[in-house]
């Protein structure tokens, strides 16, 4: 990935002295393309994009500003990327500048529906991807057309991963969350029952009854990442989550998991278990996943 800085001798030259020195070590990292929408953010009008970084630099808690040239439009956001509650757009006539400050959560997979691409190999590391765009590590709805895969997630092992957190964003906006122990975890160990810690649905407990609850899931099937309670047939099978890889055959014809366009992540909108065909589930856009270190 390619990012640009918003270099800091320039940003220097435009302030005083006394301001100078506070300004050595900070700089930005460039995205074009995107804008964060967040509560709070502060509007000024600035024909200069280093203008807008330096206003940034003069709140605490700035992280992020996104500039628009044409409106001579610049946001303060209090909010980056990744931060909860932070929505981002794909958006041609904005530029964002973010703030590379230490990270709370690093992303190790953001995985796009509708691409063409296995999940579950380019995780792996089975398949290369096409090359991602620098917005790919955005959850923004078409903000990127592949796969994005950290080249840490190589090095899973010897890293101090605490934390191993799974999250599906649709508009934008996430729709559901696990989260892991990922402690002395490898890269397919850390998705089972007995690691689950907590989930945005209340009823998913290490103690109920799964026939998968694992990230190679069903493989004949191609349905990764799976949680199911129960088969009984293509119209009772029931579950949590699933994210159907691509594939030229399927185990339900005609049926709930014989859709097109694939990769698909398919979650139940209970607080509970559902049926996937014609139970009430939706599907995701973006599938993240996210690591934090002790």
Known sequence: MHFEKCVKFILISLVSPSFSSMLQDEYFLRLNGLRIRSPGSLVFSFSKETQCCLRCLQYNKCQSVNFNSEERRCEINFL???????????????????????????????????SGISVRDTWLGKVQPHPVEDTCISMATGACSTHYRNSKVDLWENLPINQVILELYKGGSRVMFMVFNGTNSNIQSWMSSSRLLSSSWATLSPYRHFIYFSLTGDSPCSRVFLIQQNYGGCPKDAGWFVVLDPTTSDCCPGQWSDIPNKPQFIYSLLDNVTTYQGGDVDYADVLALYVTYN
């Open 80 to 114: 980056s990327l990744h931060s909860q509650g932070a929505l981002t757009d794909a958006n041609q006539s904005w530029v964002l500048f973010y703030r590379p400050v230490v990270k709370e959560r690093e992303l190790m997979l953001r995985a796009t529906a509708g």
